[in-house]
């Protein structure tokens, strides 16, 4: 049984119950070094490598949605569950313990298993012979991410200085940016060019063209696993006093309640002023952004007749300029605001889902596919321009002995409400809707929705937020 402990306003609960010595990566380091720039450079560059092959296999398999489809003869809200739901069923069961392996294991180690993991999974997709199987090697893509982001952000927060780490964050959604950007403008061609190719027999097995992607893609993700594992791992930057270990005699009960996230649940509600909100904005964006991402090629086929190639040849150059210019605007407009208000990251956020919400709810009214794709990239610079401050915001009040695993819920609630976002648009397509040919009908009726709740919610996050901010500060944090 978990002890039971009382916590007062702005405590932090301990994740420890009695000193105890940690292993040498988990020292906390209190001489104010850190590591080289060459090797927090190295580590980011690795860390960004890894995120774009994630983020370049996502954006590849939404591009395969309407040959996935016609294969397996799939209604759009069975094709709206492979999409999402089915990549994040185990995502759900091992999510917040991965995160834990963050806090408490070399973080490259864990970054590296799991790309091994996923990779293994994409390829073991692409040799499917039925759409259950299919459904099967979707259903383990989760867990093995699950740990990719938690385990990233706290590394990178360990190896550049506080002043520095707004500028690590904002390189990291370069990884983003590739995977998306690229991922539409060669998974395109490279879609087409599947579709040449022979449904080819493998030791009895008939293997779709588009497959054999998957199984290419998976063996790349390899690559990046390697980059990881010659990382270095840096010291983490622990408060004096603190650890992210427990006592060898803690009880099982205690370590397996801090091992599944209890502890920092604790910590979550402790500040539940300000990370309610934000979590609750994160949820209903992300549905809408990972639906949008997954539908936006059968969207535009059936809405204005194009193909993956036309797509990617021209959503893809509008996408890496938006994001550049977001990932620039996010840094600008938020040292500006920084200048005047300490809730900056906060109050960004907010202002920069309003923009996104407008470009939502417009982008499937347009009357052309390069006005539409406009309007989509238009919306593409205010999402990514407002992901830096909402990631900065949470390591800046997350507790450091349990910064991995309070990410993780955090991120949770993206990634679970995201992998629903096919699913949403789907069923909305196929309930409400009713008609294939008006797949736009359900995108308007997802973004106009959810999209202004979430803009809502993060306003409501600032004032705590700013009050948070000041807590620490009056610390010396």
Same mark, same amino acid.
């Given at each position: ?36 720039? %060459? ?33 397996? !003869? ?67 893509? #989760? ?44 998974? %395109? ?33 390899? =690559? ?16 004096? @006093? ?18 599944? %996230? ?17 979590? @609750? ?49 996010? #840094? ?53 321009? #407002? ?7 949470? !390591? ?28 949403? =648009? ?52």
């Amino acid at each position: 049984m978990v002890p039971n402990t009382v916590l007062r306003d702005g405590e932090e609960p301990s994740m420890a119950l009695a000193p105890t010595p940690a292993t040498p990566e988990l020292i906390a380091d209190t001489s104010g070094t850190w590591p080289s720039s %060459g090797a927090a450079y190295y580590a980011l560059f690795a860390i960004i490598f890894a995120t774009f092959m994630t983020f370049f296999d996502q954006t590849v398999f939404g591009m395969l949605a309407q040959r996935i489809k016609v294969d397996f !003869q799939l209604s759009d809200e069975a094709l709206g569950f492979v999409g999402g739901p089915a990549s994040i069923i185990f995502y759900v069961l091992v999510g917040i313990p991965m995160a834990r392996l963050a806090d408490i294991y070399p973080r490259k180690f864990v970054l590296a298993g799991g790309m091994v993991a996923t990779s293994a999974v994409m390829m073991v997709g692409g040799l499917a012979q039925s759409f259950n199987q299919f459904i099967a090697s979707r259903m383990f893509l #989760g867990a093995g991410g699950s740990a990719h982001a938690p385990a990233a952000y706290s590394q990178l927060a360990d190896a550049f200085p506080p002043r520095k780490i707004t500028r690590a964050f904002a390189l990291l959604q370069l990884g983003f940016i590739g995977g998306t950007t690229i991922g539409v403008m060669w998974g %395109g061609k490279l879609v087409m060019q599947s579709a040449d190719w022979d449904d080819a027999p493998l030791l009895g097995m008939k293997v779709f063209g588009w497959q054999w992607l998957m199984v290419y893609m998976g063996g790349a993700g390899l =690559v990046a696993a390697i980059l990881l594992l010659l990382a270095k791992e840096p010291a983490r930057k622990l408060p004096p @006093g603190k650890t992210n270990t427990l006592p060898a005699d803690a009880p099982v009960s205690r370590k397996i309640a801090t091992f599944l %996230g209890f502890d920092a649940l604790k910590a979550i509600r402790a500040r539940k002023a300000v990370f309610y909100p934000m979590f @609750g904005a994160l949820a209903l964006a992300a549905i809408e952004t990972f639906g949008l991402a997954f539908w936006r090629v059968p969207f535009m086929v059936r809405s204005y007749g194009w193909n993956e190639a036309q797509i990617g040849a021209i959503m893809g150059p509008m996408m890496l300029v938006a994001n550049l210019i977001g990932i620039t605007l996010g #840094g600008v407009f938020i040292e500006w605001l920084a200048k005047r208000y300490s809730d900056a990251n906060v109050r960004g956020a907010a202002i920069l889902f309003g923009g996104s919400t407008i470009c939502a709810i417009s982008s499937p009214l347009m009357p052309t596919g390069e006005s539409s794709l406009a309007v989509m990239a238009l919306g593409g610079v205010f999402g990514l321009a #407002g992901a830096v401050p909402q990631n900065a915001a949470i !390591q800046r009040i997350a507790p450091p002995e349990m910064r991995g695993q309070v990410t993780a819920f955090y991120l949770f609630m993206f990634t679970f409400f995201g992998a629903m976002g096919s699913q949403v =648009v789907g069923s909305v397509a196929y309930r409400i809707v009713g008609n294939e040919a008006e797949l736009w009908k359900a995108l308007v009726i997802t973004a106009a929705i959810l999209l202004p709740i979430a803009t809502l919610l993060m306003i409501r996050a600032i004032k705590p937020y700013r009050e948070e901010v000041a807590r620490l500060e009056a610390e010396g944090r």
